[in-house]
Every structure is written in C-alpha cells, then in structure tokens.
C-alpha cells in the first residue's frame, strides 16, 4: 500500500523519540514493566472496560490507560486497586497535563 508523504518521516520519528524517552526514563518507572503490574492493568482493565472519568459525565468511552489516581511517586500504592482508575488518552492526558498550554 502506497504511503502518505512524510508518513515514513513521522513513523521514525515517534519511534526514536519513544526510544530517547525510554532511555531517559526515571527508575521509578520500571515497575510498570514488571509482570506484577503487567497481570494488575490486565485484570482491571477487564472489571472497568470504560473510561471512569468519562462514566462520570455521562460519557461512555473505552478505555485505553490504566492510571494511579494517588502517582506512586507521590505515595500511591502502586499494587492496590482502589488506587487504579481506567482513563480514555483524552482523561489521562489532561489528568497529566500533556498537549496543554498557558
């Protein structure tokens, strides 16, 4: 299939960034490739398919992002789930602040 122009430009782009990102990443972040966490975001994303914060108003999104509402670094445990929400990209991004300006 023929590709838009600059889609190869875009594609490896997003991947070395990702990488850069990886390779910079906080320690803290680790966890989130053990498999007691892999088997914890499994498992409640099967109890709560939809974004929560979406359910809240009136919404009904699915969810993409299993999020600690109380962030590990901030003394949220990082295994209980009642400290676990499921989020669409839009929730947890705005949660986080990403993409905002001001």
Not at 4 to 10: A, F, L, Q, S
Not at 13 to 40: C, D, G, I, M, V
Not at 72 to 89: E, F, K, R, T, Y
Request: contains cysteine; positive net charge; aromatic residues 6%.
């Amino acid at each position: 299939m023929p590709r838009k122009p600059g889609e190869k430009y875009i594609a490896e782009r997003k991947r070395r960034t990702q990488h850069e990102y990886n390779a910079t990443r906080p320690r803290r972040h680790e966890f989130y490739s053990s498999p007691e966490w892999r088997r914890l975001r499994e498992w409640y994303r099967i109890h709560h398919p939809l974004c929560e914060e979406c359910e809240r108003n009136g919404r009904v999104v699915l969810a993409q992002v299993i999020d600690h509402i109380v962030e590990i670094a901030d003394g949220g445990n990082p295994v209980d789930p009642s400290n676990l929400q499921s989020l669409c990209h839009a929730c947890h991004n705005r949660k986080h602040g990403v993409g905002m300006t001001g």
